[in-house]
C-alpha cells in the first residue's frame, strides 16, 4: 500500500464522546486524497483508548501511559506520520466532508505557504472568530486585565484579538486558531514540530511566528469548514490557569528575552493583585469563602513561580 496523502493527527484526553464523534466525521466521508488517521491518547482514564480501538481498528492508535499534554503528544503522532501532509485535529473539532481536503489542495496549489488553517463553526453554524495578531509586549499588559477595559488598552486588545476581521473571507492571518493546522510534513518535522517548552499554550502561536520569520505565509481559509466545540479538550485540566501563565512566560522569554520575560512577570503580579481587590469584593460578607479564594490563590501563586 503506497504511503497516504494526509496523516490526520487527534489528540485525546479524557474526550471519549467528543473523540469519537471526530472519528466518525473523518470516516463518514470518501476522502478525495488518501488519509492515515492517529490518535494518540494520552493516558485518558474514561476508556477513550479502548473504545477508539473497538470502533475503530483501522485507526493508528498511540496509548500514552500518562498525559505528555498538547505539544509533545501531537509531535508525537506527527513524527510517526507518513503522509505528504500532516493536520494536527482536535478531539473537540468534526471537520466538515472535503474539509481536510480543501487544505491539502490549498497547499498544493501554494506552494509559499507553510500552513493552512479552515473556518471553524460553533455547533449552531456560528463562525468562531478566533485569529489574533501575535502577541506584543502591550497585549501581555492588556489582555484578561483592567488595562484592556479602557483607551488606549480596549484597543491594544481589540487589535490583538483582530475584532477588525469578521472571518468571512479568506485571508493571511499571523496566527489562525490552531484546533486545526495543516501543513506539509517535511516542513513540520524540518521545523521540530510544537515546541514542547510551551507543552499547552502559545504552541500555535509559536509555530506560526516561526513560519512567518522563515518566509512561510499562513492562510486562514473559509472554503474549509470545520465544527468546533470550544474549550471541551481542555476543561477538565485543572491546573490549565497555572500552565497558561507558565507557558506565556516561556513564550515572551524565547521571543522577547530575558526583559521579555521580567516584564511578564511584572504583568502577572499586576493581574494578580487585581484578583485580590476582585477577590475582596466578591466575598464580601463571607469570611469562608474569602478564605477559601484567597488559599487557592496562594498556592496557585506557589506553583506558578515554582521552577
Given at each position: 500500500?503506497?504511503?497516504?496523502?494526509?496523516?490526520?493527527?487527534?489528540?485525546?484526553?479524557?474526550?471519549?464522546?467528543?473523540?469519537?464523534?471526530?472519528?466518525?466525521?473523518?470516516?463518514?466521508?470518501?476522502?478525495?486524497?488518501?488519509?492515515?488517521?492517529?490518535?494518540?491518547?494520552?493516558?485518558?482514564?474514561?476508556?477513550?483508548?479502548?473504545?477508539?480501538?473497538?470502533?475503530?481498528?483501522?485507526?493508528?492508535?498511540?496509548?500514552?501511559?500518562?498525559?505528555?499534554?498538547?505539544?509533545?503528544?501531537?509531535?508525537?503522532?506527527?513524527?510517526?506520520?507518513?503522509?505528504?501532509?500532516?493536520?494536527?485535529?482536535?478531539?473537540?473539532?468534526?471537520?466538515?466532508?472535503?474539509?481536510?481536503?480543501?487544505?491539502?489542495?490549498?497547499?498544493?496549489?501554494?506552494?509559499?505557504?507553510?500552513?493552512?488553517?479552515?473556518?471553524?463553526?460553533?455547533?449552531?453554524?456560528?463562525?468562531?472568530?478566533?485569529?489574533?495578531?501575535?502577541?506584543?509586549?502591550?497585549?501581555?499588559?492588556?489582555?484578561d486585565s483592567w488595562w484592556g477595559k479602557w483607551w488606549p488598552g480596549s484597543w491594544i486588545q481589540r487589535r490583538y484579538l483582530m475584532e477588525d476581521f469578521d472571518h468571512l473571507s479568506s485571508r493571511d492571518v499571523p496566527q489562525p486558531p490552531g484546533a486545526v493546522f495543516c501543513m506539509r510534513r517535511d516542513e513540520y518535522a524540518r521545523m521540530g514540530g510544537l515546541d514542547e517548552q510551551l507543552s499547552l499554550y502559545y504552541n500555535d502561536v509559536d509555530l506560526s511566528l516561526r513560519l512567518w520569520r522563515a518566509g512561510r505565509k499562513v492562510r486562514y481559509f473559509v472554503d474549509a469548514v470545520v465544527m468546533h466545540h470550544r474549550?471541551?479538550?481542555?476543561?477538565?485540566?485543572?491546573?490549565?490557569?497555572?500552565?497558561?501563565?507558565?507557558?506565556?512566560?516561556?513564550?515572551?522569554?524565547?521571543?522577547?528575552?530575558?526583559?521579555?520575560?521580567?516584564?511578564?512577570?511584572?504583568?502577572?503580579?499586576?493581574?494578580?493583585?487585581?484578583?485580590?481587590?476582585?477577590?475582596?469584593?466578591?466575598?464580601?460578607?463571607?469570611?469562608?469563602?474569602?478564605?477559601?479564594?484567597?488559599?487557592?490563590?496562594?498556592?496557585?501563586?506557589?506553583?506558578?513561580?515554582?521552577?
Amino acid at each position: 500500500m503506497s504511503d497516504p496523502v494526509l496523516s490526520v493527527v487527534i489528540l485525546s484526553w479524557n474526550t471519549k464522546a467528543l473523540t469519537l464523534a471526530c472519528l466518525a466525521a473523518l470516516f463518514a466521508e470518501t476522502p478525495k486524497h488518501a488519509r492515515e488517521v492517529i490518535v494518540v491518547d494520552n493516558g485518558s482514564h474514561d476508556g477513550s483508548a479502548d473504545a477508539i480501538a473497538l470502533a475503530y481498528p483501522q485507526v493508528t492508535l498511540i496509548r500514552n501511559a500518562e498525559n505528555r499534554l498538547y505539544s509533545a503528544g501531537n509531535n508525537q503522532g506527527a513524527f510517526a506520520a507518513k503522509g505528504e501532509f500532516v493536520c494536527t485535529l482536535n478531539s473537540d473539532t468534526e471537520a466538515r466532508p472535503g474539509a481536510l481536503d480543501a487544505l491539502v489542495d490549498f497547499l498544493r496549489a501554494n506552494p509559499d505557504y507553510g500552513a493552512v488553517a479552515p473556518k471553524l463553526v460553533d455547533p449552531d453554524g456560528s463562525v468562531q472568530r478566533a485569529c489574533q495578531r501575535f502577541p506584543t509586549i502591550l497585549s501581555a499588559l492588556c489582555f484578561d486585565s483592567w488595562w484592556g477595559k479602557w483607551w488606549p488598552g480596549s484597543w491594544i486588545q481589540r487589535r490583538y484579538l483582530m475584532e477588525d476581521f469578521d472571518h468571512l473571507s479568506s485571508r493571511d492571518v499571523p496566527q489562525p486558531p490552531g484546533a486545526v493546522f495543516c501543513m506539509r510534513r517535511d516542513e513540520y518535522a524540518r521545523m521540530g514540530g510544537l515546541d514542547e517548552q510551551l507543552s499547552l499554550y502559545y504552541n500555535d502561536v509559536d509555530l506560526s511566528l516561526r513560519l512567518w520569520r522563515a518566509g512561510r505565509k499562513v492562510r486562514y481559509f473559509v472554503d474549509a469548514v470545520v465544527m468546533h466545540h470550544r474549550g471541551a479538550s481542555t476543561k477538565g485540566f485543572a491546573k490549565m490557569l497555572v500552565l497558561w501563565h507558565k507557558n506565556r512566560l516561556a513564550y515572551y522569554r524565547k521571543h522577547y528575552g530575558v526583559l521579555g520575560e521580567k516584564w511578564i512577570r511584572f504583568v502577572i503580579r499586576l493581574r494578580i493583585a487585581e484578583e485580590r481587590i476582585a477577590i475582596q469584593k466578591r466575598c464580601k460578607g463571607d469570611p469562608q469563602r474569602l478564605a477559601a479564594e484567597n488559599a487557592f490563590l496562594e498556592q496557585a501563586q506557589k506553583e506558578l513561580w515554582a521552577r
